[in-house]
């Protein structure tokens, strides 16, 4: 079990955002055109200092907590991580945003301002 | 005293910030939206990042050479959070600018925001 720490690290993460999108009217994952010209700049720029850290050796994995395939020498979780935690912010941003712009009600009508 | 990692921490926010206000210029940092999910997300990388970290059964592991040292809250390098911020910094003004391109064209909503 301890292998699959991270991952289940990274599943809470997704599993207790997904309300955002499914009740809280956010609109991230529906929107997967602008999401992917999000991600691709993020996940080349971060996952890349990543790549150079760990080449260093700055930084490093633990075998025990991690489920051992690798993609370029990191573990697949933590590739993982550079799509999971974006769009964890993603959704608590487009929550917040509708919050302001008002909730969405039946027939397309806008409540609030 | 300041490794590599130190300085990256340090340097990404500044980079991001001056890529935010010198190319995107979405206005997001002007936003108190963006603030709150920053806010939001830290906490939450409080948490998530613990665990991660925690030294007892770390998953991620530093190099002491590459970081100041200072761990906080829990065992969490303080460098994590200028990481943090960098990447979440520039997911929120990449997605504002992929949305307002999708906007953009004939569909275009004249002084919207």
């Known amino acids: ?113 | 005293m300041t490794g590599g990692y130190t300085i990256g921490a340090i340097c990404a926010p500044v980079v991001v910030v001056a890529v935010e206000l010198t190319a995107l210029r979405t206005g997001i940092l002007r936003r108190g939206r963006f603030w709150a999910t920053i806010a939001i997300t830290l906490a939450f990388q409080g948490a998530v990042d613990g665990w991660l970290t925690k030294l007892s059964a770390p998953i991620v592991l530093y190099r002491p050479a590459a970081i100041s040292g200072v761990r906080w809250p829990w065992d969490i390098p303080v460098e994590d959070f200028g990481f943090a911020f960098a990447m979440i910094t520039l997911t929120l003004a990449l997605w504002e600018r992929a949305l307002r391109c999708g906007r953009a064209g004939p569909a275009a909503e004249p002084g919207h925001e």
Do not use: H, K, N
């Open chain 1, 1 to 113: 079990m301890d292998a699959w720490q991270y991952l289940i690290v990274l599943g809470s993460c997704v599993t207790v955002t997904l309300p955002l999108e499914l009740i809280g009217g956010a609109r991230v994952y529906r929107r997967p055109r602008a999401l992917l010209a999000t991600l691709a700049p993020v996940v080349a720029t971060f996952a890349g200092w990543d790549l150079i850290a760990t080449r260093r050796g700055d930084w490093w994995f633990s075998a025990r907590y991690t489920l051992g395939p690798r993609l370029a020498g990191l573990p697949v979780e933590e590739w993982l991580f550079f799509l999971v935690v974006p769009v964890c912010a993603l959704l608590t941003y487009e929550v917040l945003g509708r919050g302001a712009r008002g909730l969405r009600l039946p027939g397309g009508r806008r409540a609030g301002r």
